[in-house]
């Protein structure tokens, strides 16, 4: 999993960084509020952990943009207090769980570790961007018309959906499509990406994939800068 971590005090930044990292989890470590919805904006996480009490933005408040712009991510949020009030304030603000201090790093990365197996086992039945429709269930993707999609597309087509107007490497795109194959090569994710552009083509939609071969690509609305 790709981690984004937002924690202030450099002592337990640095010993969740390395827990996770044991475990072979990538992650992205940040200090304060700003600079975790900075972060969340530019790149495509899987879970992301934020601290409440932050300096520039607490928790709560960068929370509230990052849900704003759109992302769906799973977050946690980590507080060094215990009242319910809290609890209620960071679940209401759109966090999926959350662990108050002093916290086991086990449990931490117990529960990251279910969060991948729910994603691997249900995902986001329906997702939408611009004009686009996908209805991952039944594998079919819509706009002036409908077509179907193998599984790989789906899964393909499902990240980008998810992290729309981001830069996705193709190595990113790989591990999220092919984890699962010892015998694949990252060759595959410019073939698949092939396949989407003329899917997306074929049933008229504006929505567009840029990006070259063995480089990063990008699912934007037709006219949008890159």
Do not use: C
């Amino acid at each position: 999993m790709k981690i984004l971590l937002a924690e202030d005090e450099p002592q337990l930044n640095r010993v969740i960084t390395a827990a996770l990292e044991n475990f072979h989890h990538e992650v992205d470590s940040v200090f304060d509020g700003q600079a975790a919805v900075d972060q969340a904006k530019q790149n495509a996480y899987d879970a992301i952990i934020l601290d409440i009490m932050m300096p520039v933005m607490d928790g709560v408040t960068a929370l509230e943009k990052i849900r704003q712009n759109g992302n769906r991510t799973y977050v946690m949020m980590l507080t060094a207090k215990s009242e319910i009030d809290d609890k209620v304030t960071g679940l209401e603000a759109g966090a999926d769980d959350y662990l108050t201090k002093p916290f086991s790093l086990k449990e931490l990365v117990a529960r990251l570790n279910s969060v991948q197996r729910r994603a691997d086992n249900y995902g986001n039945d329906h997702l939408a961007f611009g004009d686009l429709q996908l209805n991952t269930d039944e594998q079919e993707l819509s706009s002036k018309n409908s077509i179907r999609l193998s599984s790989k597309e789906t899964d393909m087509l499902q990240y980008f959906l998810l992290n729309p107007n981001k830069s996705l490497s193709t190595d990113e795109l790989f591990k999220h499509v092919w984890q699962d194959q010892a015998d694949a090569t990252t060759d595959l994710v410019w073939v698949y990406v092939s396949y989407l552009r003329q899917k997306l083509a074929s049933i008229q939609s504006r929505t567009q994939i840029l990006g070259e071969k063995g480089g990063s690509y990008e699912l934007i609305k037709q006219g949008e800068e890159p």
